[in-house]
């Protein structure tokens, strides 16, 4: 095999994930569009107006029954998810002592593990986009560079523009993801702490 048929290979190769590279960055670009209006929804729907005072209603819970522990909780101003947590845990069958701590512990590996996810998927894109955005770039720029050679400067310009636009979505949607994950990392880490700190509260 010649280094000529070589070349024509990586060529094909090459020219072949142009359309692919392109596909994903518009997934990218969309993915990130509703990921952030999903961060939106998720603030003035489910985090807004929803501090608890987690030192006042471990203090609250402590020692009661479990059915006024749920009533409790109920009025504590926990987020949706969490007040469901609870309420499974103290309506559950399991006994008092380590069957309700295992309990307690599986649930909250079930919410940092859902939390995990949501988070995943902006970090996926955080880190694919600008590696699409730059063989999206790079790959129109070989025809680019032949059509110069021959004068074809509307070619060139053609192969240009797609090459800086490739850039500009992969790098944008990047750059949103990378807040957004930032953004709900924060969120979740103060939103795990709540409920360990509760479910232990409701244990104990």
Partial sequence: MDSGTIKDAIHTISSSLEIPAIIILI???VVTLFQLGGVIVEYFVERRGKRPDVPRVLEDIAGKAPEEMADILKAGRFQGRQEDLFLRL???TAGVGEERKLLAIQLLSQEEARLNRRIAITDIIA??????GLMATLIPLGPGLIALGRGDTHALADSLL???DATVAGLAAAGVAFII???RKRWYQADLATVETILEGVVL
């Fill in 181 to 183: 994950s930032k953004v």
């Fill in 90 to 92: 103290l309506r559950s």
């Fill in 162 to 164: 797609t090459a800086f």
């Fill in 127 to 132: 880190r694919i986009g600008p590696m699409f």
């Fill in 27 to 29: 997934l990218a670009v």
